[in-house]
């Protein structure tokens, strides 16, 4: 149980293109999902928190109009990168956490974004 | 300071003994805390969740929390080449609404 899919695994597009990101919660239905970006080498980082038909809670410093988060159903949240660049370049890895109670969170295989 | 603390490592240790990874925390109201395992280009994988005062054990993992101390370990018993990876320790406070994740520690068993 407790299975996330994310879809593509990976991507690759041109500067200025957008791209978008789907979030799956096969098994169970996540009261909240979240959205990582790792570079390599270094530590996860979050950049929002979404509940479903809430607007997504972005951290400090991740622009809201540049990822797109959107969270339509308990059971799929999608993040758009909008008008990609280079610097984009990074995996992008979601999480489902089941409820509020148990707060486990369970990771997307990730997908691999590329911008040339 | 931050709010999760883990030693980088890396950690090495031989095949077959015990890997200690430890993590401390900042905020008294932690309720929730997890450790998460990530293979080098893979997504983190949740292996073990403690709440309470105590250790926790699941096959070759246990789990140890000491709130008073502020201090959340994870000891790999048996350690095996296939648990060579960085493992991640998250603290959930509680009403906070997503967990924080520490910066990981990798661990390297060597055969």
């Known amino acids: 149980g407790a299975v996330v899919s994310q879809h593509p695994s990976w991507v690759i597009c041109k500067s200025g293109t957008s791209v978008k990101i789907e979030c799956r919660s096969l098994d169970f239905q996540a009261t909240t999902m979240f959205w990582y970006r790792q570079f390599p080498k270094q530590s996860l980082m979050l950049m929002a928190t979404s509940n479903e038909g809430s607007k997504a809670t972005y951290e400090q410093g991740v622009e809201k109009d540049k990822f797109l988060i959107n969270h339509a159903s308990l059971t799929l949240s999608t993040l758009t990168v909008t008008s990609a660049h280079p610097e984009d370049s990074s995996f992008y890895i979601c999480?489902?956490?089941?409820?509020?109670?148990?707060?486990?969170?369970?990771f997307g295989p990730g997908t691999r974004l590329t911008v040339l | 300071q931050k709010e999760v603390e883990q030693n980088s490592g890396p950690l090495s240790v031989p095949e077959g003994a015990i890997a200690s990874l430890n993590c401390t925390y900042s905020d008294r109201g932690s309720q929730s805390f997890f450790w998460y395992r990530q293979y080098s280009g893979k997504s983190p994988e949740l292996i073990m969740s403690i709440y309470s005062n105590g250790d926790k054990e699941d096959g070759r993992f246990t789990a140890q929390l000491n709130k008073a101390s502020q201090y959340v370990s994870l000891l790999i018993r048996d350690s095996q080449p296939s648990d060579s990876a960085t493992y991640l320790c998250?603290?959930?406070?509680?009403?906070?609404?997503?967990?924080?994740f520490g910066d990981g520690t990798t661990l390297t068993v060597k055969p």
């Open positions: 999480s489902a956490r089941i409820s509020a109670y148990y707060n486990e969170q369970f």
């Open positions: 998250a603290v959930l406070v509680a009403n906070a609404g997503k967990s924080t």
